[in-house]
């Protein structure tokens, strides 16, 4: 994931206070910004805006997509998992373009996650399937880091990358540009286990401003938040087992924090994208956890997650093979 930034801004007038939320999805170079509701809510109703085509390979299909990031301009890249390949679809498109997958000099093999280094013209992927984060662009492919089994991947604004290690089950950074190294471990690297210093199978991850990892911790069924320089997490989201109530996750991906406590995790298993309240027992249901299905106010295991900078929020709807938009309702 991309590490996104919110900052708060209150406008009073004689008889009311409205709190607001700036929102800022950056990678190193890239930034998205919008303005919103602290309490925004989306239309329940869906419009598929990549994919729904059926599972496929064609221009106009996807295969299982996962992480996904909308751009200033709306165009959205997308992992597409079992195409082995990274799709940009322009907005208002209706059928994406392959800048990256298995027939070139570095195949992919399943990318779960990636994110945009505009500044060096690149993507970073994490290619799961061959064990190694690359960084791609139209000259050259270059392998950053071998032998890790790597899921999710995160940018700060300090040029650090962070990696998930779903084998160590761990999450570890590096200095952008200095990967001769192991990296410096942010979070876990205690076994697999539900200790508070310990994760199961982390997926996708975040970082805050002040370098706070948020991570999925998939098959604990929780969202743990690590501090720079702690030695365990907290929960943050979830970790009351898995189940449906709106004090659980079932197996969560792709998560996404503001400054003001907000977490918007996708709940594959519960087919539902959730919003917590850092500190709070029970989530809320943010769009889908309307069962399973492929019905515009359906989901079928949501993965990935990205605002545009209106607010609207998308989803890949991993086993419906399409990338969902869900107004902003203002």
Not at 92 to 120: C, F, S, W, Y
Not at 233 to 254: E, I, M
């Amino acid at each position: 994931m991309w590490a996104c930034y919110m900052k708060k801004v209150e406008t009073t007038n004689n008889t009311t206070t409205t709190e607001t939320t700036n929102l800022t999805t950056s990678t190193d170079s890239h930034t998205t910004t919008m303005n919103a509701s602290k309490f925004k809510n989306w239309k329940q109703n869906a419009i598929t805006i990549a994919g729904g085509n059926g599972q496929g390979r064609e221009s106009n299909q996807l295969d299982h997509p996962s992480g996904i990031f909308v751009d200033k301009k709306k165009n959205i890249f997308i992992s597409d998992r079992r195409n082995h390949r990274i799709v940009e679809w322009k907005y208002n498109a209706k059928e994406g373009q392959t800048i990256a997958d298995r027939n070139q000099m570095h195949q992919l093999n399943i990318p779960i996650d990636m994110t945009v280094d505009k500044q060096n013209h690149s993507l970073i992927i994490a290619d799961y399937g061959n064990k190694r984060v690359i960084q791609w662009s139209n000259q050259n492919q270059q392998i950053l880091i071998d032998n890790i089994e790597c899921y999710g991947l995160a940018m700060d604004k300090h040029g650090f990358l962070y990696v998930s290690d779903t084998d160590k089950n761990e999450v570890r950074r590096w200095k952008m540009g200095e990967y001769n190294n192991e990296g410096t471990v942010v979070a876990g690297a205690k076994g697999k286990g539900n200790e508070l210093n310990q994760l199961d199978f982390p997926a996708f991850i975040f970082v805050d401003e002040e370098q706070s990892v948020y991570i999925s911790d998939k098959d604990n069924h929780r969202v743990m938040k690590w501090r720079k320089d702690a030695t365990e997490g907290t929960v943050v989201a979830g970790g009351n087992g898995q189940g449906r109530k709106r004090s659980q996750l079932s197996y969560p991906h792709a998560v996404v924090v503001d400054d003001l406590g907000q977490i918007y995790v996708a709940d594959f298993g519960n087919d539902r994208v959730m919003r917590w309240y850092e500190g709070k027992e029970k989530g809320e249901i943010v769009v889908g956890g309307n069962e399973r299905g492929d019905q515009s106010n359906q989901l079928n295991g949501p993965t990935g997650l990205s605002f545009d900078d209106e607010g609207n929020l998308y989803v890949a709807d991993y086993s419906n093979h399409r990338i969902q938009k869900f107004e902003i309702i203002v």
